[in-house]
Each structure stands twice: as structure tokens, then as C-alpha cells.
């Protein structure tokens, strides 16, 4: 949070913002605005662990519009040719803004498109935190046994708008049952009732648990408004051309 305000407690000193964080100490390399931009980073990565001998997976987390990217075939062949530890996770919810899945591609499956670079494939509810959690670990399994990339589908659904915190249904490009549908199938909600039929969870351990991760946030928040704005003098810094 302290990034996203610009401060010189920032993880790179507040140069980021919202849209270019990057902190390596949390093995967070870079994120970065261009579609699909981040996919050959998180190869270069991969490269570079296997040059080094680092027992490390890369993985880059892209939406559904990523894979129809040129960059996205120059890496998944490059990673599959040579094996490297990476994983590409799609997360497909649908819609690149406001257009939908149906305008833009062929009516195939996105898998299909990692199948012609000879990589492994994977696919579950990406509104059901088991399901993920478990083809997850089967993927950073293989990519660690030389087994080289991954991709891993994960159908889901945006509710809000696509850049910002309001709903956007008015504007006409989905259907209120469509988004009430997806609503239905919150992957929090789903979580918490197997969590309560298996006995694991309670009202009151649920109400610990928010109040807790509540605190946690609003001493971040705290954090950032406090910490002070980076120097005039370091604005140079780490600029190199």
C-alpha cells in the first residue's frame, strides 16, 4: 500500500505505483501494464533460476486476452523447447473490458492453444479455491521435475468493472443473470460452507478471523499515509538511460 501511495517506504520507494510494483525479497519480480507483458519476464526468470541453479518456479498470472498476444507463443514455445520451470496462469473471466470471450476468439477451448506448443495443461473452477490449490500443486510439481511450462485455466468472473471499484452492468455488455450467476458461486462463500460442513469453522472463529485480517489492513493503510513522500534528490535514482 505504501507503493500504491507513492511513499519512499514503497517497496521500490514509491517509483511503481499501482501498475510497475515489483519487490524480489517476496519473490515478486515485476508486474507490469502491457497485456501479457508479464509472460516472457516470468520465462526470463525461469532462464535465469536454471542458469543459476536455483530450485525456483516463475509463474505469470494473465487474463484470458493475454493468450492472443503474440508474446505469449514466442514464450510458451521458447519455455517449452527448453523445458524451463514456468507456469502461465489464465485467468479467464470472460471478458478483455467489455468484450467478451465469444468476439474475440474461436469457439475452441484456450487450453487448445498450449496443446500446439507440446506443453502441459491443466483446467479447473477457478471459483473453487480446492480445485486450484490442488491443480496448482500438481503443475509447480511437474515444473520442478524438468517436466518444463505449464498452463493452468482458471474459469472465473470479474463482478466489479475492469479498472476501479464500481459496478459497471448499466453500461449493457452482460446480462444481470449472468452476473447474478457468477455471484452465486463466490468462491469465499463456496470455501466457507465446506469449511462449515467439515466442522472447521464457526461463526465466532469466522468473526476472529475477519477482525483480525481487518487489523491488518487498516494499520497498512496506516502505515502509508504516514510514511513520508520519497526525496526530490531520488528521482534519478536507478534510472539508467
Not at 524480489?24 to 542458469?51: C, E, H
Not at 514455445?77 to 520451470?85: E, M, Q, R, T, V
Not at 469449511?195 to 485480517?213: F, I
Request: hydrophobic residues 45%; aromatic residues 6%.
Amino acid at each position: 500500500l505504501a507503493e500504491i501511495y507513492g511513499k519512499a517506504a514503497g517497496c521500490i520507494g514509491g517509483r511503481g505505483g499501482s501498475m510497475h510494483l515489483t519487490d524480489p525479497d517476496k519473490g515478486m519480480m515485476a508486474s507490469v501494464p502491457i497485456v501479457a507483458s508479464s509472460i516472457p519476464l516470468a520465462v526470463g526468470t525461469a532462464l535465469a533460476d536454471r542458469i543459476d541453479g536455483r530450485d525456483r518456479v516463475s509463474v505469470a498470472f494473465i487474463g484470458d486476452a493475454s493468450v492472443e498476444e503474440g508474446v505469449f507463443h514466442e514464450s510458451a514455445n521458447f519455455a517449452s523447447l527448453n523445458k524451463l520451470p514456468v507456469l502461465f496462469v489464465c485467468e479467464n473471466n470472460l471478458y478483455s473490458v467489455y468484450t467478451p470471450l465469444s468476439q474475440r476468439q474461436p469457439p475452441r477451448p484456450i487450453a487448445e492453444l498450449a496443446r500446439g506448443h507440446a506443453m502441459t495443461v491443466m483446467s479447473a473452477d477457478g471459483n473453487d479455491v480446492e480445485a486450484v490449490l490442488r491443480v496448482t500443486g500438481e503443475a509447480v510439481s511437474l515444473a520442478r521435475a524438468g517436466r518444463g511450462p505449464a498452463l493452468l485455466v482458471l474459469d472465473t468472473y470479474r463482478w466489479r468493472e475492469h479498472c476501479g471499484p464500481n459496478y459497471d452492468n448499466h453500461i449493457g455488455y452482460r446480462t444481470e443473470a449472468e452476473y447474478l450467476a457468477w455471484k452465486e458461486r463466490c468462491p469465499i462463500e463456496r470455501l466457507k460452507a465446506k469449511l462449515r460442513a467439515a466442522g472447521a469453522l464457526d461463526a465466532a472463529l469466522e468473526a476472529r478471523m475477519v477482525e483480525a485480517v481487518q487489523r491488518d489492513i487498516d494499520a497498512a493503510f496506516e502505515y502509508a499515509r504516514a510514511a513520508p513522500l520519497p526525496e526530490a534528490s531520488q528521482a534519478a535514482l536507478h534510472v539508467y538511460a
